[in-house]
C-alpha cells in the first residue's frame, strides 16, 4: 500500500499551469506547484512523451517559483507485518518510487527524498531520487522512473517524503516533473 497521499497530483485544484497554494495530502512550504494535464499540450509532457504507463491524468510540475517543495510526513504503522516492532527488529523494508523529469535541453529538475525519524524527530536515514538530467532524458521531454529500495532504520517512526522542484536556468517557469509518487513498506521475514 503506498503511504504517500495524492502522490500523482489527482485530487484537489489544478489541471492547468496555473500554479496552486494548497495541494491535497502535502504541505507547501516553498513555492507554489502546478499540477498539470497531460492534455494541455504547450511542450509539457502528454501522452507521447515517456512516462509512466498507467498515468492519470495529471502531474506535478514547479509552477513559475525558482524552487517548490511539497512535504508530507507520514506515521509509519504501529503494528502488522510493518509495525514498529518488526521495523525494531530489522524486518522491513521500504521502496521509494516516482517518475521524475523535465523539459527538453533544460536541466530544470525534481528531487524526491523520503527522511526516517525516530520517536524524537531525529532523522536516522535518508534516500534521495532525482533529479532526472536533460542528458539521461536524451533531451526530450520526459519523466523516468526512479526508485531505491532498502531496509527500514530501526527505531524509526516517521517518514518524511520531500518532492523539490528547481528552476536552473532562464525563463519563468519551473519545469520540473514528478509523477506516481510512492512509498511503500514491504515484511522481509528474516533478520537482518
Same mark, same amino acid.
Given at each position: ?14 489541471? %492547468? ?13 516553498? $513555492?507554489?506547484?502546478?499540477?498539470? %494535464? ?20 495529471? *502531474?506535478?510540475? $514547479?509552477?513559475? &517559483? ?15 507485518? !510493518? $509495525? ?8 522491513? %523494508? ?6 521524475? @523529469? ?18 524524537? @524527530? ?6 534521495? =531520487? ?7 532524458? =536524451?533531451?526530450?521531454?520526459? =519523466?523516468?522512473?526512479?526508485?531505491? #529500495? ?14 523539490? *522542484? #528547481? ?5 519563468? &517557469? ?7 509518487? %510512492?512509498? !511503500? =513498506?514491504?515484511?522481509?521475514? $528474516?533478520?537482518?
Amino acid at each position: 500500500m503506498n503511504l504517500v497521499v495524492n502522490g500523482d497530483a489527482e485530487s484537489g485544484p489544478g489541471g %492547468s499551469a496555473d500554479p496552486v497554494t494548497k495541494v491535497t495530502g502535502w504541505v507547501v512550504p516553498e $513555492g507554489a506547484p502546478a499540477l498539470i %494535464s497531460y492534455t494541455l499540450g504547450n511542450g509539457y509532457p502528454g501522452a507521447g512523451d515517456p512516462g509512466p504507463a498507467e498515468r492519470g491524468t495529471r *502531474f506535478f510540475s $514547479g509552477g513559475n &517559483s525558482p524552487r517548490t517543495a511539497l512535504v508530507q510526513d507520514i506515521a509509519l504503522p504501529r503494528n502488522g507485518a !510493518t $509495525g514498529w516492532r518488526h521495523i525494531d527488529a530489522g524486518r522491513v %523494508s521500504y521502496t521509494l518510487a516516482g517518475w521524475l @523529469g523535465g523539459y527538453a535541453t533544460q536541466e530544470d529538475g525534481a528531487r524526491l527524498s523520503v527522511e526516517f525519524r525516530n520517536a524524537q @524527530g531525529t532523522p536516522v536515514a535518508l534516500s534521495v =531520487l532525482g533529479p532526472v538530467t536533460a542528458g539521461e532524458r =536524451l533531451s526530450r521531454t520526459a =519523466l523516468l522512473e526512479r526508485t531505491a #529500495t532498502a531496509r527500514v532504520p530501526r527505531t524509526a517512526r516517521t517518514a518524511r517524503v520531500l518532492l523539490v *522542484f #528547481t528552476r536552473s536556468g532562464g525563463g519563468t &517557469s519551473n519545469d520540473g516533473y514528478a509523477d506516481a509518487i %510512492s512509498l !511503500t =513498506l514491504h515484511a522481509t521475514g $528474516g533478520r537482518k
